[in-house]
C-alpha cells in the first residue's frame, strides 16, 4: 500500500511559483518534451504567468506540502457560453503532481478543490484537457467520474 498523502494547501499560484510549476509540468515523457526547466524560470514562463493571473476567469492553482514546497498544480479556466441554456463551464487543464508523490490521493484531492472552486463560481459542469497519450490520467479521471464524451483536436498556428 502506498504511503498516505501529505497534508496539501491548494491556493492560488504566485509567481515565486513559477519555477516549481514548471518542474511539475516536464516532469514525465509529454511534458520533458515541450516545457523547459530553468530557475529563474524563463522569461515566456512569467509572461504567460502575468496574463493568466491578470485574468478574472482564469485561475493558475498550487498544492504545496507542510513544508511549503510546491508539489501539484492545475488551471481553471471559467468560460461563458451560451450552449446549455447558458451554462457556466470551467475547463481544467495542466493538472500535475509531482512524480514521487503519484497514487497517495492528492490528484483526488486537488480535483475536488477544483471542482468545489467552479461550483462557487457558478459552474454547472467541468471539462478537461488531457493529452491522449496520458492512459493512466485517463483512467484517474474516469474514476473521478469524468466521462469521454468528446473528441478534442488540436492545430498548430
Known amino acids: 500500500m502506498p504511503d ?17 510549476i514548471v518542474r511539475l509540468l516536464a516532469d514525465d515523457a ?18 504567460a504567468f502575468d496574463k493568466i493571473t491578470a485574468n478574472p476567469r482564469a485561475l493558475l492553482a498550487v498544492a504545496e506540502d507542510e513544508a511549503g514546497a510546491v508539489i501539484g498544480t492545475l488551471q481553471l479556466t471559467f468560460i461563458a457560453g451560451l450552449s ?15 512524480s514521487a508523490l503519484r497514487g497517495r490521493g492528492l490528484g483526488e484531492r486537488m480535483m475536488a478543490w477544483a471542482m468545489d472552486e467552479a461550483r462557487a463560481r457558478g459552474c454547472r459542469q467541468m471539462e478537461l484537457l488531457s493529452h491522449a497519450s496520458r492512459a493512466d490520467a485517463h483512467r484517474f479521471y474516469e474514476r473521478l467520474g469524468f466521462a469521454k464524451t468528446h473528441v478534442g483536436m488540436k492545430r498548430t498556428l
Do not use: C, H, K, W
Not at 520533458?32 to 524560470?41: G, H, I
Not at 463551464?89 to 509531482?98: I, K, P, Q, T
Open 84 to 98: 446549455n441554456q447558458g451554462a457556466e463551464l470551467a475547463l481544467v487543464s495542466a493538472v500535475r503532481v509531482d
Open 4 to 20: 498516505a498523502a501529505p497534508a496539501i494547501t491548494l491556493r492560488p499560484a504566485r509567481r515565486e511559483d513559477v519555477a516549481a
Open 30 to 47: 509529454l511534458g520533458a518534451q515541450r516545457d523547459q526547466v530553468s530557475d529563474p524560470p524563463s522569461a515566456a514562463y512569467l509572461d
